[in-house]
C-alpha cells in the first residue's frame, strides 16, 4: 500500500498552454480518487506526470513521502484497448513482458494467475489481441497492469472506449482488484456516474486545476463549486438514464464560450460560465479578478469558489479547524 501525492504540480505543453496549474491532491494508501472533469481539462496530463511521460514545470509528485524517481510500483491503464497491445504478439506474450523476470515455467503460471485474476482463461493466453473483444482487451491491458505488481494503478478513461453494455463488468472487475490487492488508485473519467460509481474520494478539475476535492458522499452529496454542480445535474442519476432537464441558471451560461486553455481567464477561472458568478450577479465583480483557488489542502472537502458556502469557503476567513469541519460534515 501506498500513499501517491502531487504537490503543486504544472506541466506546461510548449511556452504557451499550462495543463495542468500547480495542482495539489493526495491519493490515499488503499483508496480510489476519482479525477472528473470535461475533456482538455488536463485529467490526463496529470496521469501522464505521475507516470513520467509527462515533464514537471514546476511541483513533485511522491510515493509515500518520498519524490518518484523510478516508476515501477505505479501501473497504468489507458482508455484505448485497441492501441496500448501490440497486435503481433499473443496476449500471453504481452503480460509476460510486464512480469518480472524469472524462468520460463513460472513465468507461464503468472500469465495463467493473472488472465484469471481478470477474469479470462487461462488457456487464451495464445490468442492474438485481434480475437478479442474491447473488453476482452481491457482486462488484458489490467492483467498487463498488475503484472508490475502495483502499489499505485493510475486508471485513465478505461471504459470511455468500451459499449456501454459491457462498462459496467470492467468497472465493477476494476472496483474488486483494486479492494482484493490493495491498491491505491487514481480512476480518471470525464463522466461523473463512472467516477461516482468507484469513488472513496472525488476530486473535480477544471482548466489544469483542482476546483473541489473531498470524500466522494460530501463532494456529490453536498458539492459546493457550481461546476461540480453543473457535472452533477448534468450526469444522470443512480438507476436512470435520461438526463434531467437543466436548471434556469444554467440554461442562461450554456452559451458561453468554452474554455480555453490557452487564454484561462483571470479571477476565477469558471466566471464566463458561472451559474452564481459575475455574468448572472453584477455584484460579484470580484471573481473577475480574485482568484479564488485554495491553499486549504488540510481541509477535508474543498472548494475553489468565492461564494461555496460556510465553512467551505476558500477564501477569506481563517482555514477551520479539521475537529470542527469533520463534525459539520457529519
Ligand atoms: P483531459 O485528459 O482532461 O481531456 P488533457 O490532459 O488530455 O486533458 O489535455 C489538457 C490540455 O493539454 C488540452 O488543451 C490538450 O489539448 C492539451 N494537450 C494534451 N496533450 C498535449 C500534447 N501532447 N501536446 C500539446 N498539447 C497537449
Ligand atoms: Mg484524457
Do not use: W
Request: proline share 8%; net charge neutral.
Amino acid at each position: 500500500m501506498s500513499e501517491l501525492r502531487f504537490e503543486g504540480v504544472t506541466v506546461r505543453y510548449g511556452r504557451a498552454l499550462t495543463a495542468v496549474d500547480g495542482v495539489d491532491l493526495t491519493v490515499p494508501s488503499g483508496q480510489v480518487v476519482g479525477l472528473v472533469g470535461e475533456s482538455g481539462s488536463g485529467k490526463s496530463t496529470l496521469a501522464r506526470a505521475a507516470v513520467g511521460l509527462a515533464e514537471l514545470a514546476g511541483g513533485r509528485i511522491l510515493l509515500d513521502g518520498v519524490p518518484l524517481r523510478d516508476r515501477r510500483p505505479l501501473q497504468m491503464v489507458f482508455q484505448d484497448p485497441y492501441s496500448s497491445l501490440d497486435p503481433r504478439m499473443t496476449i500471453g506474450d504481452s503480460i509476460a513482458e510486464a512480469a518480472a523476470k524469472g524462468p520460463r515455467g513460472a513465468r507461464r503460471d503468472e500469465v495463467a494467475r493473472l488472465l484469471e485474476l481478470v477474469g479470462l482463461d487461462a488457456d487464451r493466453a495464445s490468442t492474438y489481441p485481434g480475437a478479442l473483444s474491447g473488453g476482452q482487451r481491457q482486462r488484458v491491458a489490467i492483467a498487463r497492469a498488475l503484472a508490475g505488481r502495483p502499489e499505485v494503478l493510475i486508471a485513465d478513461e478505461i471504459t470511455s472506449a468500451l459499449d456501454v453494455s459491457i462498462q459496467g463488468t470492467v468497472l465493477n472487475l476494476v472496483r474488486t482488484l483494486q479492494r482484493e490487492l490493495r491498491l491505491s488508485m487514481l480512476f480518471i473519467s470525464h463522466n461523473l456516474a463512472v467516477v461516482r460509481y468507484v469513488s472513496d474520494i472525488v476530486a473535480v478539475m477544471y482548466l489544469g486545476r483542482i476546483v473541489e476535492a473531498g470524500p466522494a458522499r460530501d463532494v456529490l452529496g453536498n458539492p459546493q463549486h457550481p461546476y461540480t454542480k453543473e457535472l452533477l445535474a448534468a450526469a444522470p442519476r443512480r438507476g436512470s438514464t435520461s438526463l434531467p432537464p437543466p436548471d434556469e441558471a444554467l440554461r442562461l451560461v450554456a452559451d458561453a464560450e468554452p474554455a480555453d486553455p490557452h487564454h484561462p481567464p483571470a479571477g476565477c477561472r469558471f466566471h464566463p460560465r458561472c451559474p452564481i458568478g459575475p455574468l448572472i450577479r453584477t455584484d460579484r465583480e470580484h471573481c473577475l479578478t480574485l482568484d479564488p483557488t485554495t491553499e486549504a489542502d488540510h481541509r477535508l472537502h474543498r472548494a475553489a469558489c468565492h461564494h461555496a458556502a460556510g465553512v467551505l469557503r476558500a477564501v477569506g476567513s481563517n482555514p477551520p479547524v479539521l475537529k470542527e469541519l469533520k463534525e459539520d460534515l457529519q
